[in-house]
C-alpha cells in the first residue's frame, strides 16, 4: 500500500521557535508538495519540488523554506514561527512530470504555535 | 489570482438519494479539474479527473460535470452511502503545470 507520512501528528511550539516538518514517500515520486490547510480557504500550496534538491515556490511561500536532499523526503522549516502559522500542514506526492494529476497526501500535521 | 471555489460549504444528503456537489471555476487556462475526498483525520484522496475537452466523466458511483460555458464543475455521487460523509474539494490544474489550486470545500453528511 502506497504510503506518504508525516513526522508528527500534533506539534505545539512556541512563537520565535524553529520548526521542522517532515515528510516521507515510499512511491519512489518525484514530485513532492507542501500545502496548508486552513478552515474556508481549503489548501494552499506553500512549495513543491519536482526532483532533488529542486524546489518552487506555492502561492504562500513568505516564512517557509523547504529541503529535498534525498528523493523520498521533503522537509518544511519554518524559520522563525509565528501564531498566523497556526494550520494543519498536509505533504503530498505525485509521479513525475505535469500529467499526473493524482496526487498522494499523507495525513497532516496539525502545529499550534503558542 | 483567479481561484476555484465550492458554491456551499455543507451538505446533507439521505442515505441512498444521489449527492451533487457543485463548484464553480475561473481560470480559463485551466486544463484539468480534479475532485479530491478528504475523510476525517486523513489526508485528501484522490477520486476522479476530466480534461477541458470533455464534458462528462464516469467513475465508480461518480460522475463528474464540466460546463465551460459557464465555469462550472459537479461532482455527483449515486446511492450516497454513509462512507461518503467528508469534505470534498474540488482542484484546478493548467496544462503543464505541477500545480493544482484548490477550492474551500464541501463537507457532505449523510443521514441514516
Known amino acids: 500500500d502506497v504510503k506518504v507520512t508525516q513526522s508528527s501528528r500534533y506539534l505545539v511550539k512556541r512563537t520565535g521557535e524553529k520548526v521542522f516538518l517532515e515528510c516521507v514517500q515510499d512511491?519512489?515520486?518525484?514530485?513532492m508538495f507542501w500545502y496548508r490547510q486552513d478552515p474556508g480557504l481549503g489548501l494552499r500550496l506553500i512549495y513543491f519540488?519536482?526532483?532533488?534538491?529542486?524546489?518552487e515556490k506555492g502561492d504562500i511561500p513568505e516564512g517557509y523554506s523547504v529541503s529535498r536532499e534525498k528523493k523520498e523526503r521533503f522537509s518544511l522549516i519554518l524559520e522563525s514561527a509565528s501564531t498566523n502559522q497556526t494550520s494543519m500542514y498536509l505533504c503530498?506526492?505525485?509521479?513525475?512530470?505535469?500529467?499526473?494529476?493524482?496526487?498522494?497526501f499523507g495525513p497532516g500535521t496539525r502545529l499550534t504555535v503558542l | 489570482g483567479e481561484s476555484v471555489g465550492l458554491h456551499l460549504p455543507t451538505l446533507s444528503v439521505q442515505e441512498g438519494d444521489n449527492s451533487i456537489i457543485n463548484c464553480a471555476y475561473s481560470?480559463?487556462?485551466?486544463?484539468?479539474f480534479i475532485w479530491y475526498k478528504q475523510e476525517s483525520g486523513k489526508g485528501p484522496q484522490f477520486i476522479i479527473d476530466?480534461?477541458?475537452?470533455?464534458d462528462k466523466r464516469q467513475g465508480q458511483r461518480v460522475t463528474v460535470l464540466l460546463n465551460k460555458t459557464v465555469k462550472h464543475l459537479s461532482l455527483q455521487i449515486a446511492a450516497t452511502q454513509p462512507g461518503d460523509s467528508a469534505v470534498y474539494f474540488c482542484?484546478?490544474?493548467?496544462?503543464?503545470?505541477?500545480?493544482?489550486?484548490f477550492g474551500a470545500g464541501t463537507t457532505v453528511t449523510v443521514r441514516a
Open positions: 512511491m519512489d515520486h518525484e514530485n
Open positions: 476530466i480534461r477541458s475537452n470533455m
Open positions: 481560470n480559463s487556462a485551466s486544463d484539468y
Open positions: 482542484a484546478e490544474k493548467e496544462v503543464d503545470d505541477y500545480k493544482l489550486s
Open positions: 519540488s519536482y526532483d532533488v534538491k529542486m524546489k
Open positions: 503530498a506526492s505525485s509521479s513525475a512530470g505535469t500529467g499526473n494529476n493524482e496526487q498522494f
